[in-house]
T-cell receptor
Framework: AQSVTQLGSHVSVSEGALVLLRCNYS??????LFWYVQYPNQGLQLLLK??????LVKGINGFEAEFKKSETSFHLTKPSAHMSDAAEYFC?????????????FGAGTRLTVKP | KAGVTQTPRYLIKTRGQQVTLSCSPI?????VSWYQQTPGQGLQFLFE???????NKGNFPGRFSGRQFSNSRSEMNVSTLELGDSALYLC????????????FGPGTRLTVL
């Protein structure tokens, strides 16, 4: 079975600082990896995903993530935090079975951005 | 294209009652998945429906059930509600052949008193 672990349930950064949210995965097959963002009282919105090919993936709102097989990691970064980035972020993994939803989520990381 | 819609957005019930939540997927999407989100357990997969058939199920008791209609709309039902069922219930739909492309609705916030 596949799973993800998000390191740090809360991360606080200053506006303009680098954002780094950590995610490590476990999977018996090449994984598909995702980052979602959730704003208060809303559903999840896909930020970016890695399936195959280029290991550096760019997403919406200036976020990007790099798939590192040797480290089993898929950390999310943004060079400069904005107040509007304050939200909860979820890392997720699937086995890439396109006909069956087997997505598993991490526990989430709440990002706070200080002025 | 309209997004995934869920009704109602908020619901208050008492222990022992039952509840039905509704989800309308994005037009053309035939897969609908349900998740329960709580502060303690995080996001947990409930079940997935495709073409009116349940094709995947999480580890929840039989009090949690669902169905899907021919127009792909889905409902989930929770019977004999317990305090621990208080949660945000999220629905997500996927286009055909792309089960990993999930589009989430805003959720239904269920409070059990």
């Amino acid at each position: 079975a596949q799973s993800v672990t998000q390191l740090g349930s809360h991360v606080s950064v200053s506006e303009g600082a680098l954002v780094l949210l950590r995610c490590n995965y476990s999977s018996s097959v090449p994984p598909y990896l995702f980052w979602y963002v959730q704003y208060p009282n809303q559903g999840l919105q896909l930020l970016l995903k890695y399936t195959t090919g280029a290991t550096l993936v760019k997403g919406i709102n200036g976020f990007e993530a790099e798939f590192k097989k040797s480290e089993t990691s898929f950390h999310l970064t943004k060079p400069s935090a904005h107040m509007s980035d304050a939200a909860e972020y979820f890392c997720a993994v699937t086995r890439g079975n396109l006909n069956n939803n087997d997505m598993r989520f991490g526990a989430g990381t709440r990002l706070t951005v200080k002025p | 294209k309209a997004g995934v819609t869920q009704t109602p957005r908020y619901l208050i019930k008492t222990r022992g009652q039952q509840v039905t939540l509704s989800c309308s997927p994005i037009s053309g999407h035939r897969s609908v998945s349900w998740y329960q989100q709580t502060p303690g357990q995080g996001l947990q997969f409930l079940f997935e429906y495709f073409s009116e058939t349940q094709r995947n199920k999480g580890n929840f008791p039989g009090r949690f059930s669902g169905r899907q209609f021919s127009n792909s709309r889905s409902e989930m039902n929770v019977s004999t509600l317990e305090l621990g069922d208080s949660a945000l219930y999220l629905c997500a739909s996927s286009p055909p052949g792309l089960a990993d492309e999930q589009f989430f609705g805003p959720g239904t916030r269920l409070t059990v008193l």
